[in-house]
């Protein structure tokens, strides 16, 4: 992709993931919500996603957003993912159309269906157990947050079917640096490791699709996440396996 992304959301841990992995591979505009702590090697601005003139500033001139700004808090108060997740996703995607931005990659979650665990744990979280949420599901949240993400989601549609610009909402799990969590079956289940993430948002950038809705995770052994639309549909080849790893030392 020759044209300018656009990340927000670019100090979080998945912003961070992506700068990392993908520096040199995009010419970059990070938004951050408050001053970054580094020299970042890319143009940036600062501010609030919901602030309506920073964020048509920050789209101007763009070709993709990956957008992962809001509260990140699974136990946010609503008022925030009212306002930071779910007005500043709405904020965003005005912006993007108006600026005629073409394709919209967006930070879901796992919380978007966290009760379907509700009748499966702790089973679902091992591997001889077949069960899989394939993007096909309708959402089932688990908290507030999990609300706000099924409803970005769902604002995707929306300016996907009436102004057609490409969407792909990325359900993340357990993203965590290094190696996967330890005696958590649950977060290895889930498990995505930083360079798979680097390299899914990657093929978000640059796959053909229309409207998207994928699970990111890395290639476990133990899954309830199936990552096989991910794989056909962005050519997705995640490096990583929960299941490499006894505790912070990996065995294959």
């Known amino acids: 992709m020759d044209e300018t ?7 979080g841990s998945v912003g961070t993931a992506v700068r990392e992995g993908l520096a040199d591979e995009y ?16 143009p940036y601005l600062v501010g609030d996603v919901t602030d309506e003139d920073l964020v048509a500033e920050a789209c101007a001139g763009v070709g993709a957003i990956v957008h992962l700004a809001g509260d990140p ?32 990659v967006f930070a879901s979650s796992n919380h978007a269906v966290g009760h379907f665990e509700t009748e499966r744990e702790p089973d679902l979280y091992r591997a001889d157990d077949d069960f899989r949420l394939d993007g096909t599901e309708l959402p089932r949240p688990g908290n507030h947050y999990g609300i706000s993400k099924a409803t970005g989601e769902t604002i995707g ?29 649950r977060g290895q289940a889930m498990w995505l490791s930083y360079r798979d993430c680097a390299h899914l948002h990657a093929r978000a950038l640059e796959a053909e699709y229309d409207y998207e809705i994928i699970y990111g995770i890395s290639d476990n052994d133990r899954k ?9 549909v ?8 929960s299941a490499e790893w006894d505790g912070d030392e990996r065995t294959e």
């Open 157 to 185: 549609r929306y300016y996907h079917d009436e102004y057609g610009i490409d969407v792909c909402n990325v359900r993340i799990g357990n993203l965590t640096r290094g190696h996967p969590p330890i005696d958590y079956e």
């Open 73 to 104: 808090r699974r136990d946010a108060p609503w008022d925030s993912v009212l306002q930071n997740n779910i007005h500043g996703t709405k904020v965003l995607y005005e912006a993007a159309i108006d600026a005629g931005v073409g394709r919209f």
């Open 27 to 42: 010419d970059w505009r990070y938004l951050f919500h408050n001053p970054p702590p580094f020299d970042p090697e890319h």
């Open 234 to 241: 962005l050519g997705y080849e995640p490096m990583d396996n």
């Open 224 to 232: 309830y996440y199936s990552i096989e639309r991910a794989k056909d």
């Open 5 to 11: 992304v656009l990340l927000t959301g670019a100090k």
